[in-house]
């Protein structure tokens, strides 16, 4: 725990933090960072791989039923059973081995994800700016902070220009918060310590030096972190969640009620309760938390090797259930680099005067690093004039636009550009192809159109403009009575293969729509050279008009929303997401609140920090070809998870089910509890790799979409097959071969492990079974199983599983039985699939 001073460092200045630190304006040495980072009580301390998985390995034995068979084991080896115990215990402990290898691989590739979307900082070392990694920043570094990055350390702030830091994860504060050097009172509440950064919150403009103080769980984000700890669901994850309780609650139940009539037609206690408990593993989605898990972090790994990382597991289903994919304009639509077409003057003449401004503006530009700028960075100016920077207005979203203080030669220039709307609000004068300077007012007119004709023809228009000041400490207020000086015509030219990307989106059944700060002109041409027929554009102000139906009506219809506030594109998604499943790409600061309000989020690896951070997927490159990809292996992921689902609630629990009724009416049990624990693992084995099976491709050209209606509808009715043929097994053993209890139990076992093995060939697909081609891996683990159930019964220690040599007529019948189920279930999948997956 902090000392009262650490704890309260508001009230104290710079130098007295940098003597009791050992840091200076200069930050630290390296060696000295480095000698902090090992010793400090903050460093994230690593558990060690082995403890790691000695959890992960405990932890499949956690639940409820797991440990009653454990106990049920210990029990009968206590009252001399030693030989059934044994068996048992090797299936329980194999069963969750394997589980655990596969969580295990799965844990890594998640690490694997994480480690390459580390969120970096720009540090003081050695008195040299030096980029770390964010969680290595230590007590005394001085960290350089520009526009959109993410604070990771509380800091006391050095140096400020016009910083204004987004709060709202500390304080609820929407709006943002003006920071700046000083000292505050001891006693001033956290929203008014003007000159404190906080871990967790970041930068919205301007940019500042700020020197570490707390990191890591001493900060106050760390304190509330480890206090407060949870993820929000998603849809999937809930809907997963809420049926393995609707399964667990009926398994519960009609294993306690065959527990107690076994136990009152008096059989034995120790074997009715193992049969119970076997039935109730048997029955329940044990594998559901482990299967969903190794599906997606397979899908993780397939995504990465399409240039997708993951950054949230559970977002995968979200990716697989998007209909509409909501982007920016620049970078995906079109290439994101800026190319300077043209510098012109208020009537369109190219003009050296506003060539000059622009790239003296753009030059001294420290605030907000962006595509623009360094575009006009390489103009060549026809002579060169000395120049010296005196101050900075940063680019902030609401004002839009960047100032500029500097001077050129004898002369005080301030040099302001941005969107033309914004720039025209501050001048007040003109300056004509002549130089003259005139008032702006009977101009306006013609600037307008002059705008407008620009954007129509697909040029990006930005425009600039100048006064002369001695002024010294600037503010925002200075931004006034300018002179417009003209227009700096950019071009974005749209990608390559963008059109087939649109088209495989339409494929996939995924709308477009484009969501851009842009002009409604430049908006409008672009959508036209993609291929959007008669685009609907709605621009920011006519958003401000709407309702909040009316909005929710508009949004389905538009496809370009253009010249929109960052507030506003999260009303946008916000909209959209009560008709669309949405998916959002963004980079900027402005693109955050769309991004954490979409469904899925999506940023890109060039992105600033805060952006990242709030995405759950990240593109390593900017394409839409890329994401579609993406959308795809989410597709596939649901798909497999599915899989097991049906599986579980089909054949497996019909089985069991079965199995139950069946002991109430035997004067035997129709099968030993160590012979279901000996099913559930043999079919275990294929079940887990049913993350890394094939899916059609029909499966993945529309979204997936939990629907528990749907999952129920399955269980009855391929719950009822599975049970029928069952029913046919009890009558064909019982009274037409009039089989011994060892064969009629041989026997049963057989049929459940063939059913439930051939039920994962036909339902992994919804066409018939031999038209679709699964998986190597599942392919073979499934022969495995085959083979092994049908030489056990043969096995010199078959007898100590219960289990003994068919007769030739019952071997027979069984594999009649057992061919008839796959051709009868292959039918009614399809016929299932074709009526209910339709509706």
């Known amino acids: 725990m902090n000392s009262s001073s650490e704890?309260?460092?508001?009230?104290?200045?710079?130098?007295?933090?940098?003597?009791?630190?050992?840091?200076?304006?200069?930050?630290?040495?390296?060696?000295a960072a480095e000698e902090i980072f090992l010793q400090s009580g903050s460093v994230r301390k690593s558990v060690s791989q082995f403890k790691k998985d000695l959890l992960l390995f405990a932890g499949q034995f956690k639940s409820p039923l797991m440990i009653l068979l454990l106990g049920a084991v210990l029990l009968s080896a206590f009252l001399g059973d030693n030989t059934d115990g044994i068996i048992i215990l090797f299936i329980v402990l194999s069963t969750g081995l394997l589980s655990f290898y596969q969580e295990r691989n799965a844990g890594r590739v998640v690490e694997k994800l994480q480690s390459m979307i580390a969120l970096k900082s720009n540090v003081l070392r050695d008195g040299k700016e030096t980029e770390i990694i964010s969680a290595q920043a230590v007590r005394g570094d001085v960290i350089i902070f520009n526009a959109g990055d993410l604070i990771p350390a509380d800091c006391l702030i050095i140096e400020a220009n016009e910083l204004y830091v987004n709060e709202a994860s500390l304080t609820g504060e929407s709006?943002?918060?003006?920071?700046?050097?000083?000292?505050?009172?001891?006693?001033?509440?956290?929203?008014?310590?003007?000159?404190?950064?906080?871990?967790?919150?970041?930068?919205?403009?301007?940019?500042?030096?700020?020197?570490?103080?707390?990191?890591?769980?001493?900060?106050?984000?760390?304190?509330i972190a480890q206090s407060v700890s949870g993820t929000t669901e998603t849809a999937f994850e809930k809907g997963i969640k809420d049926f393995g309780f609707f399964l667990m609650k009926i398994t519960f139940i009609l294993s306690i009620f065959i527990l107690v009539v076994n136990i009152l037609n008096n059989k034995s206690v120790i074997e009715s309760a193992l049969f119970a408990l076997a039935l109730a593993v048997g029955m329940a989605p044990e594998l559901l938390p482990a299967i969903t898990t190794i599906a997606m972090s397979a899908g993780a790994k397939r995504m990465l090797d399409k240039k997708v990382i993951v950054k949230k597991l559970t977002s995968i289903q979200n990716l697989g259930e998007v209909n509409l994919l909501c982007t920016d304009k620049t970078g995906t639509i079109t290439e994101g680099t800026i190319k300077v077409t043209g510098m012109s003057d208020f009537a369109g003449n190219e003009s050296e005067f506003v060539k000059e401004l622009a790239f003296w503006n753009a030059s001294y530009e420290s605030g907000y690093s962006n595509p623009i700028d360094e575009a006009l960075k390489l103009l060549k100016l026809k002579v060169q004039t000395k120049t010296e920077k005196t101050g900075e207005i940063p680019y902030d979203f609401i004002r839009k636009r960047l100032s500029i203080a500097l001077r050129a030669g004898s002369e005080n220039f301030l040099i302001s550009k941005g969107a033309f709307d914004e720039i025209i609000k501050i001048c007040t004068k003109l300056r004509t192809e002549n130089g003259n300077i005139e008032d702006i007012k009977p101009y306006l007119s013609d600037l307008q159109n002059k705008f407008k004709e620009y954007g129509e023809s697909g040029l990006r228009v930005i425009s600039i403009c100048y006064k002369n000041t001695d002024a010294v400490n600037l503010s925002k207020e200075d931004e006034k009575d300018m002179i417009f000086a003209g227009f700096i015509l950019l071009q974005d030219p749209v990608k390559a293969g963008i059109i087939e990307a649109v088209h495989e989106l339409d494929k996939l059944a995924v709308k477009l729509k484009i969501i851009t700060g842009d002009n409604k002109n430049v908006a409008g041409s672009i959508a036209l050279s993609i291929g959007i027929k008669n685009p609907l554009v709605m621009t920011g102000q006519q958003l401000f008009k709407l309702s909040s139906?009316?909005?929710?009506?508009?949004?389905?219809?538009?496809?370009?929303?253009?010249?929109?506030?960052?507030?506003?594109?999260?009303?946008?998604?916000?909209?959209?997401?009560?008709?669309?499943?949405?998916?959002?790409?963004?980079?900027?600061?402005?693109?955050?609140?769309?991004?954490?309000?979409?469904?899925?989020?999506?940023?890109?690896?060039?992105?600033?920090?805060?952006?990242?951070?709030?995405?759950?997927?990240?593109l390593l490159e900017k394409d839409l070809m890329v994401l579609t990809d993406g959308i795809r292996e989410g597709r596939k992921t649901f798909a497999n998870t599915l899989k097991y689902i049906f599986i579980n609630t089909g054949s497996t629990f019909g089985n069991m089910f079965s199995v139950a009724i069946a002991s109430l009416v035997l004067p035997f049990l129709p099968m030993l509890p160590k012979q279901i624990l000996l099913t559930n693992f043999i079919t275990d084995f294929p079940y887990l790799s049913v993350a890394s099976d094939n899916v059609d491709k029909e499966q993945t050209s529309r979204p997936g979409k939990w629907n528990l209606k749907f999952i129920r509808n399955y269980m009855m009715i391929f719950g009822i097959h599975s049970s029928l043929f069952d029913l046919i097994t009890f009558l064909t053993l019982l009274y037409v071969l009039k089989v011994k209890e060892s064969a009629f139990q041989t026997g049963w076992f057989i049929e459940s492990v063939l059913t439930e093995l051939f039920i994962l060939f036909i339902i992994r697909t919804h066409k018939n079974f031999f038209k679709s081609r699964p998986g190597k891996y599942l392919f073979l683990l499934s022969a495995a199983g085959l083979f092994i159930t049908l030489i056990l019964p043969?096995?010199?220690?078959?007898?100590?599983?219960?289990?003994?040599?068919?007769?030739?007529?019952?071997?027979?019948?069984?594999?009649?039985?057992?061919?008839?189920?796959?051709?009868?279930?292959?039918?009614?999948?399809v016929w299932f699939f074709k009526k209910f997956r339709n509706n």
């Not at 009230?11 to 009791?20: A, R, S, T």
């Not at 709006?175 to 919150?201: A, D, I, M, Q, Y």
Request: hydrophobic share 45%; aromatic share 10%.
């Open 175 to 223: 709006f943002p918060v003006r920071k700046f050097p000083g000292v505050t009172e001891e006693l001033t509440e956290l929203s008014k310590r003007t000159n404190c950064l906080w871990e967790g919150t970041n930068i919205v403009s301007g940019n500042a030096k700020a020197l570490v103080i707390n990191t890591g769980s001493d900060t106050i984000f760390g304190s």
């Open 549 to 618: 139906e009316a909005l929710r009506q508009q949004v389905k219809k538009t496809h370009i929303f253009a010249e929109v506030e960052p507030q506003q594109k999260e009303q946008i998604i916000q909209a959209l997401r009560k008709s669309y499943t949405v998916a959002y790409i963004g980079d900027g600061i402005n693109d955050v609140s769309a991004i954490n309000a979409a469904d899925a989020g999506i940023s890109v690896e060039n992105a600033v920090d805060v952006a990242k951070e709030a995405a759950d997927f990240v």
């Open 794 to 829: 043969y096995l010199p220690f078959a007898g100590e599983l219960g289990l003994v040599p068919l007769p030739l007529m019952s071997f027979g019948a069984i594999l009649l039985i057992v061919g008839a189920y796959i051709v009868t279930a292959d039918l009614l999948k």
């Open 7 to 31: 704890e309260i460092f508001w009230q104290f200045d710079k130098e007295y933090w940098f003597n009791k630190l050992g840091s200076s304006d200069n930050g630290l040495s390296q060696s």
